[in-house]
């Protein structure tokens, strides 16, 4: 059951995705442009997504488990730390570079050709090196 | 500053939005998980008992939808200005920010900004700002473009 229903999460993400045409890097760079012909159109993407999810986390707020028995994971963290601005900086930096962030590269990869499949595949790269980096740390803290 | 009106499609990207924020919404509640497609993705390199599956099914639907899509109409045209180099680099960026950086567009920008989270809030105008500056530069200060 929780397979289906994440299923049809994806399905209806990548839906939202190409609707939008933010699986259109030339589109999503139209946006971060300030200084040249501004598209707003990734501003009231993220607006609409923002809006239609906040019924969802209200909900979510006053209840343990999720509709299917499921614990509901919601982030603890509070501290704006440095790991997470210099994360994203970086993050958005690459996101300026070529218009792909992670859902829209996912939801090109099997449709766009190669530039969205060398994007995926360096990106899982990157995580990789993160993933390696933190087991590192862990074992260097436990020892 | 110069709206491109031409290019502006504000109801199908209120339209796509709403269905984002569903599919993020009904993760949620159905699931009990944050639809922060940089945290599903990378939280398959540190896997977790009864934590890949759906992970997987995600992920699937997501490379699946165009396929869906095409099913009705066509796709609409993607433009990708950026050469191997900058794709690369860009996707290495990606991966290694979203990961310190704790999400994407979707964890932070859409879910932790519905869940009014501060620290998403302060990720969210972190990676816009980067964004803005890198465009900015590209176009402007080196005139190349990506």
């Known amino acids: 059951m929780k397979i289906l229903f994440a299923l049809w999460a994806g399905l209806l993400f990548g839906t939202g995705l190409i609707l939008s045409d933010m699986t259109n890097p030339a589109k999503v760079l139209a946006f971060l442009d300030l200084a040249g012909a501004w598209d707003p159109s990734l501003g009231i993407v993220m607006g609409g997504a923002l809006v239609a999810a906040m019924p969802a986390y209200a909900i979510a707020r006053r209840r343990r488990r999720s509709l299917l028995g499921e614990t509901l994971q919601l982030p603890t963290a509070t501290r704006i730390d440095r790991r997470l601005l210099l994360g994203s900086l970086v993050f958005g930096g690459g996101w300026g570079l070529a218009g792909y962030c992670p859902g829209p590269a996912l939801a090109s990869v099997l449709v766009g050709g190669i530039k969205p499949l060398l994007f995926v595949v360096a990106m899982v790269a990157g995580m990789a090196v993160y993933a390696l980096l933190e087991r590192r740390d862990a074992q260097r803290a436990a020892a | ?146």
Do not use: K, Q
């Open chain 2, 1 to 146: 500053m110069d709206i491109d009106w031409f290019n502006f499609t504000p109801w199908s990207a209120l339209a796509g939005g709403l269905l984002i924020g569903l599919a993020a919404g009904g993760l949620l509640l159905f699931n009990g998980r944050v639809a922060g497609v940089s945290g599903i993705l990378g939280g398959l390199l540190h896997p977790a008992r009864g934590e890949t599956g759906w992970r997987l099914a995600f992920l699937a639907g997501l490379a699946l939808a165009p396929l869906l899509h095409l099913l009705a109409a066509p796709l609409p045209p993607a433009e990708v200005d950026a050469g191997w180099p900058a794709l690369i680099a860009s996707g290495l960026l990606v991966g290694i920010g979203t990961r310190y950086g704790g999400g994407c567009t979707s964890g932070h920008g859409v879910c932790g900004m519905a869940r009014g989270s501060p620290r998403s809030l302060a990720a969210t105008v972190a990676f816009m700002s980067a964004g803005f500056a890198v465009v900015y530069l590209l176009r402007h200060v080196f005139g190349s473009g990506p």
